[in-house]
């Protein structure tokens, strides 16, 4: 079964509005918990969450991890056509000093004009 | 459903060896490929992309020679890191993808190569 689910699947929303994607997992025992924004190639990393609780900002993106509830959510604020791309989750587990990986199928934003 | 697995998980080799790692989509078919790299930093660095029957597209700065792909059937792709050295240990990872317009990428766990 999937140990990260992310929702929605897909999403397409106006300029200007705001977007919460939603990433639960089921592992609880992971060293962080990334986020990634995939467009045409390789995945742009946006942030490393390790810390429940404490919100990480850049811009009009921002993400918080609950350990609690095993969930996290990545918000974009604003949202402009250049948003348009798929939003990953990613789980990093232990094991060595790069760890597992354990992706999420991704949340496609699209931002229309 | 969409499960791709990568094997072996963690590889350890002498430098001058080739190592052989497997992409696979296991319930289903996979047209297209891709090969990434995972640097300390977290970034993802996409190395080629294998469009099955045909040859790979390498991202510039990748050695084909040194990197062989071969993407032979829709369920399956290899790398082959050739004559590796120490500096080729890494985090490998695949994606598949399949027909259509959908974007979505699904990832493969990942497979650890440290050349001693």
């Known amino acids: 079964e999937d140990k990260v689910v992310q929702s929605p699947l897909s999403l397409v929303v106006h300029e200007g509005d705001t977007v919460t994607l939603n990433c639960s997992y089921e592992?609880?025992?992971?060293?962080?918990l990334l986020w990634y924004k995939q467009e045409k190639k390789a995945p742009t990393f946006l942030f490393m969450l390790?810390?429940?609780?404490i919100e990480k900002k850049s811009g009009r993106l921002s993400s918080i991890l609950d350990k609690k509830e095993l969930f996290s959510i990545l918000n974009i604020t604003a949202t402009q056509t250049g948003d348009s791309a798929v939003y990953l989750c990613?789980?990093?587990?232990?094991?060595?000093?790069?760890?597992?990986?354990?992706f999420g199928k991704g949340t496609k934003l699209s931002v229309k004009p | 459903g969409a499960v791709v697995s990568q094997h072996p998980s963690w590889v350890i080799c002498k430098s001058g060896t080739s190592v052989k790692i497997e992409c696979r989509s296991l319930?289903?078919?996979?047209?297209?490929m891709f090969w990434y790299r995972q640097f300390p930093k977290q970034s993802l660095m996409l190395m080629a992309t294998?469009?099955?029957?045909?040859?790979?597209?390498?991202e510039q700065g990748v050695e084909k020679d040194k990197f062989l792909i071969n993407h032979a059937s829709l369920t399956l792709s290899t790398l082959t890191v050739t004559s590796a050295h120490p500096e080729d240990s890494s985090f490998y990872i695949c994606?598949?993808?399949?027909?259509?317009?959908?974007?979505?990428?699904?990832f493969g766990p990942g497979t650890r190569l440290t050349v001693l």
């Open positions: 592992v609880t025992n992971f060293r962080s």
């Open positions: 994606s598949a993808k399949t027909s259509g317009s959908s974007d979505t990428q699904y």
């Open positions: 390790t810390s429940s609780g």
């Open positions: 294998s469009n099955e029957g045909s040859k790979a597209t390498y």
């Open positions: 990613v789980l990093r587990g232990y094991g060595g000093s790069q760890g597992n990986l354990i």
């Open positions: 319930d289903f078919q996979a047209t297209t």
